[in-house]
């Protein structure tokens, strides 16, 4: 008697399952606006030449979601006004201490000068001709939204050179001086959301900037 309940539970459950499967399938993996179908859009992307509907969809994706982030900014001046003193703030110290940190190494006559001046120096030329020989758009370039942070730049938006630069400067305080070092990271990831928020960098612009500035910064350390 036991089995059998234990049998009819195991259909039921099973039955579930697969009304559940049937309604996924029906209806698609809805975004949260409701008004699209992602898993069928990337199917038919491949399949039947969709391409450009398919971008309109990620295009009104990114364009809700940089709505959502900057929502509390929209309709608040005093806010905006903040994260633009931020972003130049946030990146006119790192520029303006890197080199003061280089001239007591070299007034002390400390041979990690060399390294923690040429490394980033070489390494931001060559991360400038990856990005230029990328030229990915701007977000404000490709998508119908209005930045928070006034910039008419055009391309060159992947990896974020501004992340690169502070965080491979970051990098370099890190290995003469560790905790300067640990809290220009921390200064570099804000300069990141700042960046992002300002709508002129993707996401994966600003993480491809930090990792790049990351392996650079480790030829300084080794």
């Not at 450009?52 to 979601?65: G, I, L, P, S």
């Not at 790192?94 to 007591?104: K, R």
């Not at 992340?163 to 560790?178: D, H, N, Y």
């Amino acid at each position: 008697m036991k089995r059998g309940k234990n049998v009819e539970k195991s259909w039921i459950n099973l039955t579930r399952v697969r009304f559940a499967f049937c309604m996924i399938r029906q209806t698609g993996w809805r975004m949260k606006t409701g008004r699209t179908k992602a898993g069928k859009q990337r199917k038919d992307c491949g399949k039947t030449g969709k391409g450009d509907e398919y971008m309109k969809h990620m295009e009104q994706d990114y364009e809700v979601f940089y709505r959502r982030i900057t929502a509390s900014f929209q309709t608040h001046p005093k806010r905006i006004r903040f994260l633009k003193n931020s972003n130049r703030i946030l990146t006119a110290t790192v520029y303006l201490v890197y080199p003061l940190f280089l001239g007591i190494l070299l007034w002390n006559h400390d041979a990690r000068v060399w390294k923690t001046a040429l490394v980033p120096a070489v390494s931001f030329v060559l991360l400038s001709l990856i990005r230029k020989k990328i030229n990915r758009p701007r977000p404000y370039e490709t998508w119908q939204l209005d930045p928070l942070i006034s910039k008419d730049t055009k391309g060159q938006s992947m990896p974020s050179r501004h992340i690169f630069s502070c965080t491979v400067i970051a990098m370099a305080f890190l290995s003469v001086i560790p905790p300067l070092g640990g809290l220009f990271l921390f200064w570099s990831v804000l300069l990141a959301l700042v960046r992002v928020l300002g709508g002129v960098h993707y996401p994966s612009d600003v993480l491809a900037g930090f990792l790049a500035g990351i392996a650079a910064g480790i030829l300084m350390i080794l």
